[in-house]
């Protein structure tokens, strides 16, 4: 993983999050230098992309990776293999030889430490896993990749499942126990979930129904105080391992930051990226910034049609529903989503 890279993760953590408190980790930016040196592994990327065609394989190249070299694994897709290989442009593409081993939890971490060459984990994250999680192949190359520390948690409810906020006090609670018996609290940002586990929890009756994250709640202390962030795999084999060499191997030029909020609402004002932001993130890519009231739906298709997202960064501030979203001018849907680049992208889509 680059350093430039490294530091751009860490700083749209403690840029674009206007809700965080002093306790946040990362809500101070001046610390995110030293913490994103934690983060470094020095292994260098190998020219070349590996195709696999089952698990079993994937787990097996996994495994080559060591402490000094790494590169990018995927599982075959005839959509996402090709829009990687564009973007990445390996010297090699080699399809791996079948393997009919059985993939479950105990392969999954042996091909981690096989992965690490010795290296101990770094303590800066740790990725979630469970037996039979549809994500375990993606928390398997998160935690290879980035060295992390893999932790075994099992859930009795599983993704679709929304748990009443009496369950969602134990799981924050088990997961502070969990991840504390492996490593330091104080030493711990991110949390990568790759268990299946729940992904909505009703509140207490005493304040607005409604489907709220787990994500966000979790990984906190009694007084609603963060110890981590907590990011997620989903889709499935395919997917969460696309999702995590992205992540890994992918470096984005351009960035595009739409937003609807107008910077003094009362509300939604604070989530405006202001000069500032957009300054920072003008040190890693070129932006194109398009904000209220200029963030119409107008806007919006003249940039992202006919050729689609051509963006490694895409920042929508918007609000709406399952199957829509607003802009400063006009109503858009889901169809208004085009086909893409591999993108690091980031909705806040309120409601």
């Not at 609807?260 to 932001?277: C, S, T």
Request: charged share 25%.
């Amino acid at each position: 993983m680059t350093r430039r890279w490294t530091t751009l993760a860490l700083l749209a953590v403690a840029l674009l999050a206007p809700a965080a408190t002093a306790q946040d980790p990362l809500s101070d930016p001046a610390k995110v230098g030293p913490r994103m040196a934690a983060l470094e592994t020095g292994r260098k990327v190998v020219d070349r992309l590996v195709v696999c065609f089952d698990e079993g394989s994937f787990l097996r190249e996994i495994g080559k990776w060591d402490a000094e070299r790494y590169w990018p694994v995927l599982l075959w897709d005839s959509h996402l293999v090709p829009k990687f290989v564009s973007a990445f442009g390996p010297e090699q593409v080699l399809l791996a030889k079948p393997d009919a081993r059985k993939v479950g939890l105990e392969a999954a971490l042996a091909a981690i430490g096989e992965a690490r060459g010795g290296e101990a984990a770094r303590p800066l994250g740790v990725v979630l896993l469970a037996e039979g999680s549809p994500e375990l192949l993606g928390g398997v190359a998160v935690a290879a990749g980035r060295m992390q520390t893999p932790i075994v948690l099992e859930t009795e409810k599983k993704h679709a499942t929304r748990i009443p906020h009496d369950e969602m006090e134990a799981l924050r609670k088990r997961l502070r126990t969990a991840v504390g018996k492996v490593v330091r609290l104080e030493d711990v940002d991110f949390v990568t979930v790759a268990n299946d586990m729940p992904f909505a929890y009703s509140p207490p009756p005493d304040v607005h129904p409604g489907a709220y994250t787990v994500d966000d709640a979790a990984a906190r202390e009694d007084d609603l105080t963060r110890w981590a962030w907590i990011g997620r795999l989903v889709g499935g084999p395919v997917r969460s391992v696309y999702m995590a060499m992205g992540a890994l191997f992918l470096r984005p030029e351009k960035a595009l930051v739409f937003s609807r909020y107008a910077p003094n609402h009362a509300a939604f004002g604070p989530y405006d990226p202001k000069p500032p932001v957009l300054e920072a993130l003008g040190a890693f890519f070129e932006v194109e910034a398009v904000r209220h009231p200029k963030a119409t739906l107008a806007r919006w298709r003249e940039i992202q049609w006919p050729a689609g997202n051509r963006f490694g960064f895409v920042f929508v501030n918007s609000s709406g529903g399952a199957t829509s979203w607003s802009t400063s001018k006009g109503g858009a849907t889901h169809f208004d989503v085009p086909d893409s680049v591999p993108a690091v992208v980031h909705y806040t889509h309120s409601g």
